[in-house]
């Protein structure tokens, strides 16, 4: 089988997704191939036995108005709910709020001492020239108590990365630097304010984080998506595409969702050995995802948080989320449920057949399983990649692969198209991007 098009979609996550539905606007001749069997990519949600998690945790929020009014109007109106975040950090045996660096008031009086002594001491420093590496940049920023106490050890957990073979770029908004007032009253009050770009988020009603694809999804003619269709090999002198099945698809030029890695390696012996080389010098870790559901006692509070940080080597996790606090949707009646996040690389290996008991003792260690709750659901996710590494060659390689890729007429975006830690705003503003550069 021959088919024709004017533009090839590659993945239907929500860039993908984003492409098609502002494409669609200018032109129908195109189609989205998404290898597997439903669309959303990272943005999925899986439901075992009553109990739904997404794929790690996810929440909606942005500073662009445009954004907003596509998901809140048009995506998911009547379908989504504006909440307060309730975040935390567990370390020296206690919880604190979240952002750490501005919550210190709860910590034992020595950590606080060498949390504030160190960014005084960081901030008199003033050292000249641009940090180094994402490591020297934290000692900068935060000082040496900080950094030691939450920030290094967290970000290591997080990244499964040498932090000093990492760059800083990526950060700007995502890390609230703290002003020193702010850290003085963080230490001596219980937080008044809430801190950070994701202090009011949204999150769908119902469905999980997949309702917002699904809502995507229902804005695209149904015959220009196709699912289980993976691409086995892109023909770039003859402007073709073969899928696994056998189809071939003729086309004119390709938006690709897909990881620059895979994008390149699709191209076979067409692709310039420099090219190929660049794109194996990308770096990504893993996450896993370990998924527990189980019932609630008459005492138990059922989801009083959000999220919480786990810094330290205590635990398996650096990272539990409590999906039943995003929606009640997720959870079933009289039942809580939390998801772990353990981060993989070269860097950090983990046995992976153990993650779950491992993460059960953790959970239980740490006080949020208790020997009379009954768990009724045990699950693991691999996301793979996961976190893209900024490593200190990324931006000039991820440049020249996607410059190259765009004089073969492949426009390579989205999360992991253009190999960038975006949020799920990015990835549709990405996707926009891409279909309106087409005309």
Known sequence: MLAETSTVILGAGLCGLSAAY???????????????????????????????????????????????????KQLLV???????????????????????????????????VENLLGLLEARAAAPSGAPLHFEEWIQRTFG??????????????????????????????RVPTPEIRDVLLGALRPPANKHGPN?????????????????????????????????AAIDLPHCELRLSDGCR????????????PAIVRLLGSAAPRE??????????????????????????????????????????????????AFSPWMVPKNCGSVQAEISESIYRPCDRAALIQLTLDDLSRVGIL?????????????????YVIYDLRHRENTRIIRDY???????SRGRFGEWEYFNMDHAILSGKAAAEALF
């Not at 709020?97 to 950590?111: D, K, T, V, W």
């Open 22 to 72: 502002h494409l669609q606007k200018t032109d129908s001749r195109f189609i989205v191939l998404e290898r597997e069997a439903r669309v959303g990519g990272l943005a999925r949600t899986e439901t075992y036995g009553g109990f739904s998690f997404d794929h790690s945790i996810h929440i909606l929020y942005t500073h662009d108005l445009y954004v907003s009014d596509l998901i809140c």
């Open 78 to 112: 009547g379908n989504i709910v504006k909440q307060i975040r309730r975040s935390h950090c567990y370390s020296a045996g206690v919880i604190t709020e979240y952002p750490y660096q501005l919550n210190n008031f709860g910590l034992p009086p020595e950590i606080i």
């Open 144 to 173: 040496r108590g900080i950094a030691k106490n939450f920030m290094i050890p967290y970000n290591r957990r997080q990244w499964a990365w040498d932090l000093q073979d990492m760059n800083y770029d990526w950060i700007a908004d």
């Open 199 to 231: 202090s009011e988020f949204w999150y769908p009603r119902e469905g999980g984080i997949e309702a917002l694809a699904q809502a995507l999804e229902r804005k695209i003619a149904p015959d220009r998506i196709w699912l289980q269709a993976a691409v």
């Open 249 to 260: 698809i003729r086309y004119e030029r390709i938006i690709s969702t897909l990881p620059l």
């Open 275 to 324: 090219i190929c080389a660049r794109a194996t010098e990308l770096k990504h870790n893993v996450v896993h995802t370990v998924n527990v559901g189980f019932e609630l006692t008459g005492s138990d509070n059922p989801q009083p948080m959000h999220w919480v940080y786990y810094p330290e080597e205590t635990t398996i996790f650096h990272r539990l989320s409590f999906p039943g």
């Open 370 to 386: 208790h020997n009379d709750q009954r768990v009724k659901v045990t699950a693991a996710v691999t996301l793979n990649p996961a």
């Open 405 to 411: 890729l765009r004089e073969e007429h492949i426009d």
